[in-house]
T-cell receptor
């Protein structure tokens, strides 16, 4: 069975500082990994994905994530946080084939001016 | 292009009433997913379809829940009778074979009193 862990319910960071939102996964086989963001009263928006290839993937709004197979991690990062980045972030995993996503519990990011 | 469309955006109903949630996937997408989001359980898959055929409904909580996809442009999720514990945000998502990410609608916030 697949599972995703987001160990932090809440991450606080000052505007302009780098941010990291952590994600680890458990899956048998080669995973497809995703990050989504949810703003208040909105649906989930796709940020970035890792399928294969370069372990560092870049996505929307300056976000990037690094796939680490040995640590089974896929942490989301941004060099300089903006107040507008404040939202709920979800890590998700699925196996190849158009299988459903399995989501983590979400991490609430708060960027303070 | 229009994204995934869901209606209604908000639904308030009394316990015992029938509730029908609607979803129009992105045109051309051949997979459709229904998810439910609650504070306690996070995001969980209810059911998904491929080419209008239900593939996995193991996430449907009870027989009170049913979903249909009569054509490629429309799906419904019905709860009959509704109960207060069904209160949640229900998301519909669609994807296309060969495209890895899923695209989410804005969700329907259901409140059962």
């Amino acid at each position: 069975a697949q599972s995703v862990a987001q160990p932090e319910d809440q991450v606080n960071v000052a505007e302009g500082n780098p941010l990291t939102v952590k994600c680890t996964y458990s899956v048998s086989g080669n995973p497809y990994l995703f990050w989504y963001v949810q703003y208040p009263n909105r649906g989930l928006q796709f940020l970035l994905k890792y399928i294969t290839g370069d372990n560092l993937v870049k996505g929307s709004y300056g976000f990037e994530a690094e796939f680490n197979k040995s640590q089974t991690s896929f942490h989301l990062k941004k060099p300089s946080a903006l107040v507008s980045d404040s939202a709920l972030y979800f890590c998700a995993v699925r196996l190849p084939g158009n299988t459903p996503l399995v989501f983590g519990k979400g991490t609430r990011l708060s960027v303070i001016a | 292009d229009a994204g995934v469309i869901q209606s209604p955006r908000h639904e308030v109903t009394e316990m015992g009433q029938e509730v029908t949630l609607r979803c129009k996937p992105i045109s051309g997408h051949d997979y459709l997913f229904w998810y439910r989001q609650t504070m306690m359980r996070g995001l969980e898959l209810l059911i998904y379809f491929n080419n209008n055929v239900p593939i996995d409904d193991s996430g449907m909580p009870e027989d009170r829940f049913s979903a249909k996809m009569p054509n490629a442009s429309f799906s419904t999720l019905k709860i009959q009778p509704s109960e207060p514990r069904d209160s949640a945000v229900y998301f519909c998502a669609s994807s296309l074979l060969g495209v890895y990410e899923q695209y989410f609608g804005p969700g329907t916030r259901l409140t059962v009193t």
